[in-house]
């Protein structure tokens, strides 16, 4: 006998958090599924994003007018439980995520192995991640640094004057700069700002225009001389191939494509394209971070610092200790949650 349990959490950021379009929240709100089949628990995470019109209320409600389905569906793999989860959840990509995940989860377990292993990915070339820093004063902005000493700082972009403050951030700083603009340069400000950007070192550059002005991107792409890597312009596995042709890289969301079944294939299928691969964080907790990690011996470029970002956490068994991801190498996910009451 299988069940589904879900509980909700608000998980305050150690500092408001602004990208470009003055998008700034305080809190992620997020969802948490508990699996549980055969006296194994997996557990998978969703967090609720305003921009994608989706919210924990809205997952919730999907979940319990399918709830009786879900814990009747007989299967053998997670990759055959999704497609019940495509069916009936089509338009819910965040939903399916948490469940997808806390299958897989519990599936590592049932198996006594780590995910990584069970995909045949061995632990080597593991890539450095990240540490966000939202847009800000400048003077806020540096102390962010100081306090986060990281081999690779993530700035985000799209703002007036903003590659003054890059400049002004770089100063003294001998770390690695990306920069994510979050759609908030037109064509003629992303190829003006990219030239001068092309000789400063910065490692990459995510979604500079908007997601839908893909002739802007190909052109934009003929001044670049870092990866150009799409975010917003990728969400679900058909956009891969689209993307092939405007993008030198794909930053991969769990949440935003539905779960660790269909990254698994975005990620083959970039390969195969020449596309370099990056996965990214929606301010996921542990727990959805630790989904991301099992990606990382697969990945060319990481951004997995939601943890980091958030005030409290709800599990344990991943460190991203100055940029260097460990896992603890338990089966699933890896993972323990902390005692931490819900919301719900």
């Not at 319990?64 to 814990?71: C, F, I, Q, R």
């Not at 400049?167 to 990219?194: C, H, M, P, Y």
């Not at 195969?272 to 691969?277: A, K, Q, S």
Request: proline share 5%; net charge negative.
């Amino acid at each position: 006998m299988q069940s589904i349990l879900h509980f909700s959490y608000l998980l305050p950021f150690h500092y408001p958090f602004q990208i470009a379009g003055n998008r700034i929240k305080t809190h992620q709100p997020t969802l948490i599924i508990h699996f549980k089949k055969d006296g194994i628990t997996g557990y998978g995470e969703a967090p609720a994003i305003n921009y994608y019109n989706i919210t924990v209320a809205e997952m919730e409600a999907d979940l319990l007018a399918n709830l009786k389905e879900l814990n009747a569906a007989d299967f053998s793999h997670p990759e055959e439980y999704y497609e019940l989860l495509m069916r009936l959840f089509p338009h819910n990509s965040f939903l399916r995520c948490a469940i997808d995940m806390a299958v897989w989860d519990w599936f590592g377990k049932l198996s006594k192995i780590p995910l990584h292993v069970m995909w045949q990915f061995p632990w080597e070339n593991i890539p450095l991640t990240d540490y966000t820093i939202g847009i800000d004063t400048l003077e806020t902005m540096q102390s962010k640094m100081k306090q986060n000493l990281f081999p690779i700082y993530k700035i985000k972009m799209g703002f007036k004057d903003d590659l003054q403050l890059l400049n002004q951030l770089k100063k003294g700083s001998k770390s690695k700069f990306r920069i994510d603009v979050n759609e908030g340069w037109t064509k003629a400000e992303a190829i003006q700002k990219i030239k001068k950007l092309n000789d400063s070192g910065i490692e990459l550059i995510e979604q500079p225009i908007s997601k839908k002005d893909w002739k802007g991107m190909q052109e934009i792409m003929q001044h670049a001389h870092m990866p150009i890597f799409a975010d917003e312009s990728c969400v679900e596995e058909r956009d891969v191939e689209i993307c092939a042709t405007s993008f030198h890289g794909i930053n991969i969301k769990l949440t935003k494509c539905g779960g660790i079944t269909p990254a698994l294939r975005m990620v083959k299928a970039a390969q195969n394209l020449g596309l370099y691969v990056m996965m990214g964080s929606m301010n996921e907790s542990t727990i959805g971070t630790a989904a991301v990690a099992q990606f990382l011996p697969q990945l060319d470029f990481v951004d997995m610092d939601g943890p980091l970002l958030l005030k409290q956490d709800l599990a344990k068994g991943l460190t991203l200790h100055q940029g260097v991801p460990q896992i603890s190498n338990k089966p699933g996910l890896g993972i323990e949650l902390l005692n931490i009451p819900a919301s719900n």
